[in-house]
T-cell receptor, first 114, second 109 residues
Framework: NAGVTQTPKFRILKIGQSMTLQCTQD?????MYWYRQDPGMGLKLIYY???????DKGEVPNGYNVSRSTTEDFPLRLELAAPSQTSVYFC?????????????FGEGSRLTVL | GQNIDQPTEMTATEGAIVQINCTYQ??????LFWYQQHAGEAPTFLSY??LDGLEEKGRFSSFLSRSKGYSYLLLKELQMKDSASYLC??????????WGAGTKLIIKP
């Protein structure tokens, strides 16, 4: 099983550029999440989805956008990149919340905006 | 506001026991998770507590006291591969995970 696959693993962007971080899971999980992780800080939720066609904002959604057209895919779009978006991004999935809320993470995407 | 506190860094010796504490103040409580994260890698699930008491899983145990807003992760027979960050996260009343900043555990020979 591949689990959660994220691409790219590393990317350098110039200020104002746009890009999409891809995320695919093959576990048929309904719930998918995008987090960012900054040094010395806890994981911050950007967006999440409880199923195909349904997305919702997390704690830090500004500057990002998502879509969920299929159960498997949950891409994260960065529009007009800013230095504050330099971070490590993790996509995760879970079969549900509560006891089944164990998250399965992708390997992460390290983004630098210069 | 919601807050989770963990020590920033701890050092322990190979073969010893270490306890990593986590205190939380959240809007509601639906469970507490511990994750392990090696440097440059993704977090991986270690344990889940929703009732008070101790949950043991091999060399790792996790304890929860809901009345005190307190949990700890106990690692026994430390190995060099246990060098990692340990993340505490609480599932709040909206079923959102609130994450602590993590405790970096350094194991010395």
């Amino acid at each position: 099983n591949a689990g959660v696959t994220q691409t790219p693993k590393f990317r350098i962007l110039k200020i104002g550029q746009s890009m999409t971080l891809q995320c695919t899971q093959d576990m048929n999980h309904n719930y998918m999440y995008w987090y960012r992780q900054d040094p010395g800080m806890g994981l911050k939720l950007i967006y999440y989805s409880v199923g195909a066609g349904i997305t919702d904002k997390g704690e830090v959604p500004n500057g990002y956008n998502v879509s969920r057209s299929t159960t498997e895919d949950f891409p994260l779009r960065l529009e007009l990149a800013a230095p504050s978006q330099t971070s490590v991004y993790f996509c995760a999935s879970s079969p549900g919340t509560g006891y089944t809320g164990e998250l399965f993470f992708g390997e992460g995407s390290r983004l630098t905006v210069l | 506001g919601q807050n989770i506190d963990q020590p920033t860094e701890m050092t322990a010796t190979e073969g010893a026991i270490v306890q990593i504490n986590c205190t939380y103040q959240t809007s509601g409580f639906n469970g507490l998770f511990w994750y392990q994260q090696h440097a440059g890698e993704a977090p991986t699930f270690l344990s889940y507590n929703v009732l008070d008491g101790l949950e043991e899983k091999g060399r790792f145990s996790s304890f929860l006291s809901r009345s005190k807003g307190y949990s700890y992760l106990l690692l026994k027979e430390l190995q060099m591969k246990d060098s990692a960050s340990y993340l505490c996260a609480v599932l709040d009343s909206n079923y959102q995970l609130i994450w602590g900043a993590g405790t970096k555990l350094i194991i010395k020979p």
